[in-house]
């Protein structure tokens, strides 16, 4: 398919500064983005991440603050400048997609293009691109979870925003129509090239798609940065804080593809450059050069010799390079190191383990993990 | 020379029917207002719209019969616009029915718009639609069926008020005498065979005309299969 992308410039930049005061809740950030490819925004409910997504979409008005996107001022208090949702050409999938019940698919479709200005996109193609061929008949009241919010997806696409906000799209879908639309966001990123900014509760979700990761507490910045960092930022953030146990510890990586099926049904990751990762085969084909995939921190154990007479597949050399210790487990972080490349590993072992090997910071050890314990979520 | 009885039919539905279209246009904006403001005056607005529904219509009759006549200003200054009396005219009425069916205009208007809510005209700016684009492209279609209701309500109740527009219209055939007020002159000349020919097409028509909206406001077809099937 050969789509012409929606973006001519490399990166959107987004600039929020914004107060909002609810009786319960204050949403107070100050952030600056460079919004290329999808942008995660992850918190617990409550942390103010659908709130944000609201005030950059126009839709909350009794907000104190600036917000520029691309150099332009969307809205600012002081100047009392206010630029209508309708007026600012960002699109906005929401959670319970909103599809309109009087229409067709395909006349929600149509509401779509027939208010959007520039019209550079083929209804046609769109339609192919989301699967939606043999629904465009039917009612909104007649499709599934996983349809209406495909349908929702492209009637956004279809309006040709600047930039598309996805608010928590997928929370009330099952695990397939969540892995088939995740899928076809990351493909309309790749063919469209539409900045998103992607709301989720989910770290899982947000691994497998997202660039970056901006992530939010109590209605406030805490972090933002590159994906796999800022999960491994979070890993600490769990052990310190007495939060919602939601974050499971990991190690997020994305590692490029050796071979697709080595003959035995496994497929291989190369770390390092010449590390090898194995984990069950993901796809019979695919054009992929890279995997993004995640290692669960309980997932992975900890040998003080090098498990040569072991059934399981994975086993690096690291040097550990902290400890932290709560309660009765011990987060370690270890680092493998070869041809000046080095990749952060997260390992969660019980305290009585710890002892026993006598681990310490700066000690040798050998991280194993079945091939099984490597996940990935689009394949 | 026209039959009297017909005559009050035509003037009837030409009262009705211009106070429907009126209320239409003003029930619009006003039950607009009242489902999205949370102004602390909401329940009073609320209450001066309902009160038709328990006051006499004499009573609204007895005062817009003063506001109306030539002392008072919003006669003065009809009479000084229009150059003829306000009090006992055709516009009489229509004014007097449109403050009397106003609750049942406003009222399935207002409920329909709550109940519609904000989620579905957020989706309609989010895709570049403005407000009254979103009313007519999604308000409308979808609250059709209480658009239905508010003015065949409206419509019903316009035709059967009787103590209002004897009040403020007298009984001037051609200009005010309806067919309620006909119905009561047949009743007081002891001519009951005229009276039940009236009566009798009232009773008829309303009662037509009621089943008619719970007929198109019915549950869908398609909906009542869908609860069937889970």
């Not at chain 1, 460079?34 to 992850?42: A, E, H, R």
Request: contains cysteine.
């Amino acid at each position: 398919m050969n789509l012409p992308s929606l973006i001519t410039h490399s990166s959107l930049p987004l600039c929020v500064n914004v107060q909002l005061n609810y009786e319960q809740f204050t949403l107070a950030i100050s952030q600056k983005f460079d919004l290329q490819g999808i942008t995660g925004v992850f918190g617990h409910s409550g942390s103010g991440k659908s709130t944000l997504l609201r005030v950059i979409a126009g839709l909350e008005k009794q907000v104190s603050g600036n917000i520029t996107l691309n150099n332009k001022v969307l809205a600012d208090s002081h100047t009392k400048q206010f630029i209508k949702a309708e007026q600012r050409h960002i699109g906005l999938v929401f959670q319970d997609a909103r599809l309109f019940p009087h229409l067709t698919v395909l006349a929600n479709l149509q509401f779509a293009v027939k208010r959007c200005q520039h019209a550079r996109l083929e209804l046609n193609e769109i339609i192919q691109l989301t699967e939606l061929d043999t629904l465009l008949d039917k009612h909104v009241d007649e499709l599934s979870g996983g349809q209406k919010q495909r349908v929702a997806l492209a009637r956004a696409i279809l309006t040709e925003p600047r930039l598309l906000l996805l608010d928590e799209p997928l929370s009330a879908l099952d695990r397939q129509a969540k892995t088939r639309l995740l899928k076809l966001m990351a493909t309309i990123q790749t063919e469209l090239q539409i900045p998103m900014l992607y709301v989720s509760h989910s770290l899982d979700e947000l691994q497998q798609v997202c660039d970056k990761l901006l992530v939010l507490a109590q209605g406030e910045v805490v972090g933002y940065g590159g994906i796999h960092e800022m999960i491994h930022q979070l890993n600490y953030l769990t052990t310190t804080s007495q939060t919602e146990e939601i974050i499971h510890q990991q190690t997020s990586l994305s590692l490029p593809i050796k071979h697709l099926d080595n003959g035995y049904g496994l497929t291989v990751l190369s770390l390092n450059d010449d590390e090898e990762i194995y984990l069950p085969v993901i796809a019979k084909q695919t054009t992929a050069q890279s995997l993004r995939c995640f290692i669960l921190a309980r997932d992975i154990s900890i040998s003080l010799m090098e498990p040569i007479h072991s059934s399981i597949v994975n086993h690096l050399l690291a040097k550990i390079t902290t400890i932290t210790t709560q309660k009765n487990m011990a987060l370690v972080t270890a680092l493998c190191t070869k041809h000046g490349e080095a990749q952060e590993f997260f390992v969660n072992i019980s305290a009585f383990s710890q002892q026993k090997l006598a681990l310490s910071v700066g000690q040798k050890i050998y991280l194993q993990f079945k091939a099984g314990a490597v996940r990935t979520y689009l394949y | 020379m026209i039959n009297p009885d017909l005559l009050a039919l035509l003037t009837t539905l030409k009262m009705a029917v211009l106070t429907t279209v009126i209320l239409l246009f003003i029930g619009t904006p006003l039950a607009w207002i009242l489902a999205k403001t949370q102004s602390r005056f909401k329940v009073i607005i609320e209450a001066i719209i309902a009160l038709p529904l328990v006051l006499p219509p004499t009573v609204l009759g007895f005062y817009l019969l003063i506001a109306f006549s030539p002392q008072y200003l919003p006669g003065q200054i009809w009479q000084q616009v229009t150059g003829k009396q306000l009090a006992f005219s055709f516009s009489a009425i229509v004014i007097g029915s449109v403050l009397y069916s106003m609750p049942f205009v406003v009222q399935p208007l207002q409920k329909a718009f709550e109940q519609l809510g904000d989620p579905l005209l957020e989706a309609g700016a989010m895709l570049g639609a403005g407000p009254m684009d979103r009313f007519f492209h999604i308000v409308l279609p979808i609250t059709k069926a209480s658009y239905i209701t508010a003015a065949s309500l409206g419509f019903a109740h316009t035709v059967g008020e009787f103590g209002i527009i004897l009040m403020i219209g007298g009984n001037i055939p051609g200009e005010t005498r309806v067919l309620s007020i006909a119905l009561f002159d047949h009743v007081e000349a002891f001519d009951y065979a005229k009276a039940h020919v009236l009566a009798i097409s009232l009773l008829a028509g309303s009662l037509l005309l009621l089943a008619a909206i719970y007929l198109l406001n019915r549950p869908h077809k398609r909906s009542i299969n869908k609860v069937v099937n889970k």
